[in-house]
Structure formats: C-alpha cells, structure tokens
T-cell receptor
Framework: AQTVTQSQPEMSVQEAETVTLSCTYD???????LFWYKQPPSRQMILVIR??????QNATENRFSVNFQKAAKSFSLKISDSQLGDTAMYFC??????????FGKGTRLHILP | DTGVSQNPRHKITKRGQNVTFRCDPI?????LYWYRQTLGQGPEFLTY????????KSRLLSDRFSAERPKGSFSTLEIQRTEQGDSAMYLC?????????????FGPGTRLTVT
C-alpha cells in the first residue's frame, strides 16, 4: 500500500525567508503523480504544485518549487520569499493510476511578520 | 462556474440521526470524489464516481454510508444512524479525466458534528 509521510508537524519562519517542507512516500509503482496542497485556515484545499514521476525536471510555480528525488522517494516543497498569506496547512499527496489521492498528515506552516 | 460547491457547510446532529450532504462539481467534470478529514489528519479517500457509476469504495465506508451521483451531475453522501466517530470534515473533489488532465479540485467541505 502507498503511504505518504510528512515528518514536520509544524514549522514557523519569518516573512521573506525560505522554508522547505519535507515529504517521503512509499510505492512500488513506477508511474504516479505527486502534489502539494495548501489548506488555509477555514478555507478550501488548493493545489500548489504537481510533479509527474516520469519527469526528471523539478516542477516550479512562481515562489514554489519541489525537489523530487525518485530513487529516494522524496518530494520536498521549497517556498521562497515567504509571505503572510502562505500561512496554512500543507499536505503532500500521492496519486497513482487509480486516481485516489493519498495524503500525508500535513505540516502546519506559520509565517511570522 | 465558480468551482466545487458543498452544502451544507456545517451540520450538527444527534447520534443516531441520518444526515445527507450534497456536492456540486465543476460542470464539465466527469469524476467526483469524496474524502473524509478528521482533526489533525490529511483527507482520506472514501469513494469516487465516473459519471454516474460508483467505481470504488474504501473500506472506511461502512454500510451506514451511501453515496450516489444520479445522472452524473451532483452527488449526495448519506450517513445513517450517525455515531460520534463520524464527526469530521467531508470533502468533495472533482476532475476531468483526460489525457493530460487529472487535477482534483476540492470544495470547501461539510463539517459534521455528531453530539
């Protein structure tokens, strides 16, 4: 069975700093997708960034980038120039061909002014 | 279209009562998913539909839970004889299944409290 592990339950950083959220996963599949979702307080979940496992190049979306290490089954999220609006719960997630998303337990990120 | 919507947003019910939640997906999306999120945890998959067909149900979905998607549009999730352990956020997501499309868009959720 696939599992997703986020080892940092909570993190705090100062505004404008760079922060990295860790994620590891376990699967025997070779084709799959990885995601980082953001869930702000009392607001709905939105997709931050996605990575197809067959692509070696790390995905980037503006201030958000990932470090995808397929052999190590690691998928970390880097947020550059962090902003107050980045305060949220961040979930690492895995999806294989059956389209079910498996989420990690999340990392609560606080951006401090 | 403004995205996935869910109603009600909050529901408080007494143990033993039945409740029903509704999800309206993004209109052209053919897949619809239900997840459950308990406090401090990530969402867990419950079930999903391709058009009106229910393709898979998680073992988390006991016999007290039933989901439908008549005509492949909106979906309902019913919980019969609610228990305190059913208290959670119930999330709906939809996607357009295609060659390069697989992203799931989430609704705001229905928070259920069973007293």
């Amino acid at each position: 069975a696939q599992t997703v592990t986020q080892s940092q339950p909570e993190m705090s950083v100062q505004e404008a700093e760079t922060v990295t959220l860790s994620c590891t996963y376990d699967t025997s599949e070779s084709n799959y997708y990885l995601f980082w979702y953001k869930q702000p307080p009392s607001r709905q979940m939105i997709l931050v960034i996605r990575q197809e496992a067959y692509k070696q190049q790390n995905a980037t979306e503006n201030r958000f980038s990932v470090n995808f290490q397929k052999a190590a089954k690691s998928f970390s999220l880097k947020i550059s120039d962090s902003q107050l609006g980045d305060t949220a719960m961040y979930f690492c997630a895995f999806m294989n061909r059956d389209d079910k998303i498996i989420f990690g337990k999340g990392t609560r990120l606080h951006i401090l002014p | 279209d403004t995205g996935v919507s869910q109603n009600p947003r909050h529901k408080i019910t007494k143990r033993g009562q039945n409740v029903t939640f509704r999800c309206d997906p993004i209109s052209e999306h053919n897949r619809l998913y239900w997840y459950r999120q308990t406090l401090g945890q990530g969402p867990e998959f419950l079930t999903y539909f391709q058009n009106e067909a229910q393709l898979e149900k998680s073992r988390l979905l006991s016999d007290r839970f039933s989901a439908e998607r008549p005509k492949g549009s909106f979906s309902t999730l019913e919980i019969q004889r609610t228990e305190q352990g059913d208290s959670a956020m119930y999330l709906c997501a939809s996607s357009l299944q295609g060659r390069d499309t697989y992203e799931q868009y989430f609704g705001p959720g229905t928070r259920l409290t069973v007293t």
